[in-house]
C-alpha cells in the first residue's frame, strides 16, 4: 500500500473574477523510501498540490473542492486543523524555496529546533537542546553547539537551509515534502544539499516528494516522476522511463527546450522553444490544455475535448492523443 | 590578437568601502568585488560571464558600462578608453552600449506605457522628430515579437517572457554595438527562457552586435557563447573557447562547477554524483 495516496484531487480558488482552477483532478501514490518528483513550469499546479496535502492552502479564496488524500488511513482533507496540526511536522515535513522566509529571524535557530521538538516530544529543555545540536551536526553544519545561538541571518543560505531541512527531520517523519529545495542556491550548493538530502533520507527511510521546475534536479533526485501542465497531470512514469522514452508532447518540448551543456555546434543551434505560455486557468479551455501549443494537434479530437490520463504501458501514463510512441507507430510526421 | 577588438578590459578592480558606525560612518576596509579582470570582446563575438553569486560577474558588467565607475584599470571601447571620459563624451559612448536586466518586473516602470519605456532612449537622445520616434518604436517592437499595437498597455499587462521583450526592444533603441546582458533569462521559465535565448541569437545574426552575457546557469551560457571567463570572488580563475573550458577544464573550481549542474538524465546524473563526491574528497585533503 502506497504511504501516500492522493485521488482526483482539485484545488480551485474563489476570485472575484471567477473560479481558478489551479489544480485540477490530480491524482497520484507516494511509496515508501521513494522519491516522487512534481515538475512543471510556474502556475502549472505544483505548490497548490503540496499545500493541499498539507493543508496549508490559503482558504479563502482557495478550497479543495473534491478529492482525497489518503495517509495513514485517513484522509487528510477531512482532518479538523487541530488534527493537522499534529501530522505537520511529526508525520509529513515541510521545506520550501526560501528558508529566510520559514525562520524565524528574531529567535536563535536554537530555539527554533528545540521548539519543534518540545512541541511533539516531551522532552525537557536540556534533552532538546542536545537533540539540536545532533540535528545540525547531522545536517553537517560545523561547529554545531555554537551555531545554535546565532539568528538566521547571520547563516548562509545553504546553511539556513541546512537548518530547515534540521527541523523538518527533527520528528522522524515519513514524508518529506520538498518545494524548489534548492531553486535559490549557487549550483554547488545545491548539489551539497541534495547530496545531503539523500544521504539523510537513505538513513532515516524517508519518502519525499520533490517539487521542482529543474529537468535536471528531478533526474538527479526522483525515483517516479509526474509532470503538471496547467492544473493536470500530463504524464506520469518512473524517472528512467520517463527521460528515455519522454511521450507528452508537452515533455517532450521542455526536454527540448533546455540549454544543453555539451555537444557539438551548441552555439549556432537555436533552441526549440515552445511557442505561447499557458492557458488561463480562470477559464480554461474544454479541450486538451496543449493544443493551443502543441504541434500535433490539429482538427482532431484533442481540440474538442480533454484527453483522459491513460496507461500507455504498464507504469507509463500520458495525458494526449498524440504520444511520441504512438506517432512513430503510425508513421505520424509534422510539418514544422 | 587584440586587433578587431570591440571593448578590451585590462586589469580591472572595483572595491567597495565596508562601512562602520552608525552616525558617523567611516570606512575600516574594502572589499574588492572585482579583482585584477582582463578580457576583450570582438565584434560580433559573445564572451559569457559564468560564476555564482557574489563573484563579481554583475560588478564587471557595471563597470564596462561606467554605471559604476571602476576604482582602477582600463576599459577600452572602440579604442577610447572610458574610464577618462566625462559628460557629453561619456554620454555619447554609452549610446553604443546598452543593459538588459535580470528582471523584467523591476525594471520597467510600472507608470509608463510599453511605447514610452522603449522610446525613452530616443527621446533622451533627441533621435527624430515624434513621428520618426513612434515609428521607430513599433519597428522595434517587431523586430523582438512583440506585437506593435500594445504600445499603449501597461508592463504589468504582459508576462514576464513579454516585459524580457520589451526590456530588449528599448536596449535596441538607439542601434547599439554592444548590449551588457545581466542574467536576461533566469526568471523566466524554460519554455519562455528558450525563446529569449533564440531571440537574443537572432537579433545578434541580424544586427552584428557583440554580447557580454552574464549569468550563472552554465548551459544558458554555453548556449550563447563563443568564448566564456569563470569568475570566483572577483578573479576570473579560467577563459578560452566555450567547447575548451566546459569540455577540458584546467581549474578544480571550474570542475566543480560542472560537476554540479543537474542534467535531465538520471543514468548520467548518477555518475555526476560519484565525480562530485572524488571532487569533494580531493578538496577535503588539500
Known sequence: MALLSVRDLRTHFFTRAGVVRAVDGVSFDVEERRVLGIVGESGCGKTVTALSIMGLIPKPPARIVSGEVQFGGRDLTKLSERELEDVRGSQIAMIFQDPMTSLNPTLTIGTQITETIRRHFDVSKEEARKRAVGLLEEVQIPRAATRLDDYPHRLSGGQRQRVMIAIALSCEPELLIADEPTTALDVTIQAQILDLLEELREAHGTAMILITHDMGVVAETADDVIVMYAGQVVEQASALDLFDNPEHPYTEALLGALPQLEGDGIRQRRLTAIPGRPPDLLDPPEACRFAARCKYAGGDACTTHMPELRELRPGHFVRSEHPASERTRRGETVVV | ?286
Open chain 2, 1 to 286: 590578437m587584440s586587433d578587431g577588438a570591440l571593448l578590451r578590459v585590462r586589469n580591472l578592480v572595483k572595491q567597495f568601502p565596508i562601512k562602520k558606525g552608525l552616525l558617523i560612518e567611516r570606512t575600516v576596509d574594502h572589499v574588492n568585488a572585482v579583482d585584477d579582470v582582463s578580457f576583450e570582446i570582438h565584434r560580433g563575438e559573445t564572451l559569457g560571464l559564468v560564476g555564482e553569486s557574489g563573484s563579481g560577474k554583475s560588478t564587471t558588467g557595471y563597470c564596462v558600462l561606467q554605471i559604476l565607475r571602476p576604482t582602477s584599470g582600463s576599459i577600452v571601447f572602440d579604442d577610447r578608453e572610458l574610464t577618462e571620459l566625462s559628460g557629453e563624451e561619456l554620454r555619447r559612448m554609452r549610446r553604443r552600449m546598452q543593459l538588459v536586466f535580470q528582471d523584467p518586473h523591476s525594471s520597467l516602470d510600472p507608470r509608463m506605457t510599453v511605447g514610452d519605456i522603449v522610446g525613452e532612449p530616443l527621446t533622451i537622445h533627441k533621435v527624430g522628430t515624434r513621428r520618426e520616434r513612434s515609428a521607430r518604436v513599433r519597428e522595434l517592437l517587431d523586430t523582438v515579437g512583440f506585437d506593435p499595437t500594445y504600445t499603449n498597455r501597461y508592463p504589468h499587462e504582459f508576462s514576464g517572457g513579454q516585459r524580457q521583450r520589451i526590456g530588449i526592444a528599448r536596449a535596441l533603441a538607439l542601434a547599439p554595438d554592444l548590449l551588457v546582458l545581466d542574467e536576461p533569462v533566469s526568471a523566466l521559465d524554460v519554455s519562455i527562457q528558450a525563446q529569449i535565448l533564440n531571440l537574443l541569437k537572432d537579433l545578434q545574426q541580424e544586427f552584428g552586435l557583440t554580447y557580454l552575457f552574464i549569468a550563472h546557469d552554465l548551459a544558458v551560457v554555453r548556449t550563447m557563447s563563443d568564448r566564456i571567463a569563470v569568475m570566483n570572488e572577483g578573479k576570473i580563475i579560467e577563459a578560452g573557447l566555450a567547447e575548451t573550458v566546459y569540455g577540458s577544464p584546467r581549474e578544480a573550481y571550474t570542475r566543480e562547477l560542472l560537476a554540479a549542474v543537474p542534467v535531465p538524465d538520471p543514468r548520467k546524473m548518477k555518475e555526476r554524483k560519484q565525480e562530485r563526491r572524488r571532487l569533494r574528497a580531493s578538496l577535503a585533503e588539500r
